[in-house]
T-cell receptor, first 109, second 113 residues
């Protein structure tokens, strides 16, 4: 079993739609969690950290479920500019980050 | 100013050659990383240095040798390049604390012919 698993997609959604991605992780001792965004042929960039109580940043909401070992990302009112690959990242021990394979999102006009 | 920079951006070379990729960060971070992103887009950690000390070495062939001359620099030297080494190599840095963000360089696209 992979340490961090994501549905690769692609998720094709119309502009204005709400879309949600899930990510599961295998190490119950994982310490911190993140969503990164990667555009084609670019470096990954932090979208948001994921906190135990859940957190929101504008149209983006992240949730963590430690009991079931998954994190989620919800994007409301999708924009064309949201088209990218979304990477789930788990910090399994100090200094070590495991990346999921990413979920591709295409927002269609 | 670029936070994490890498050179070169593109590297095309023949099998068997030796090449180096350089990385520099101006964020004052203590920890730096090398990641490899293969053709399937899977981003995998290779090495990590903290205060010039190697702290993570993820079963990478010993043809790959990282070097950290100081906290702001982490270079990657690859000997006897193979076709399977073709990938994008990303350098990243991170501040203190496990919740701190990693900042990535723009990547070096290595093609081995």
């Amino acid at each position: 079993r992979k340490e961090v698993e994501q549905d690769p997609g692609p998720f094709n959604v119309p502009e204005g739609a709400t879309v949600a991605f899930n990510c599961t992780y295998s190490n119950s001792a994982s310490q911190s969690f993140f969503w990164y965004r990667q555009d084609c042929r670019k470096e990954p960039k932090l979208l948001m950290s994921v906190y135990s109580s859940g957190n929101e940043d504008g149209r983006f909401t992240a949730q963590l479920n430690r009991a079931s070992q998954y994190i989620s990302l919800l994007i409301r009112d999708s924009k064309l500019s949201d088209s990218a690959t979304y990477l789930c990242v788990v910090n399994t021990r100090t200094y070590k980050y495991i990346f999921g394979t990413g979920t591709r999102l295409k927002v269609l006009a | 100013d670029t936070a994490v920079s890498q050179t070169p951006k593109y590297l095309v070379t023949q099998m068997g050659n030796d090449k180096s990729i350089k990385c520099e960060q101006n964020l004052g971070h203590d920890t730096m990383y090398w990641y490899k992103q293969d053709s399937k887009k899977f981003l995998k950690i290779m090495f990590s240095y903290n205060n010039k000390e190697l702290i993570i070495n993820e079963t990478v062939p010993n043809r790959f040798s990282p070097k950290s001359p100081d906290k702001a620099h982490l270079n990657l030297h690859i000997n006897s390049l193979e076709l399977g080494d073709s990938a994008v190599y990303f350098c990243a840095s991170r501040g203190r604390g496990s919740t701190d963000t990693q900042y990535f360089g723009p990547g070096t696209r290595l093609t081995v012919l």
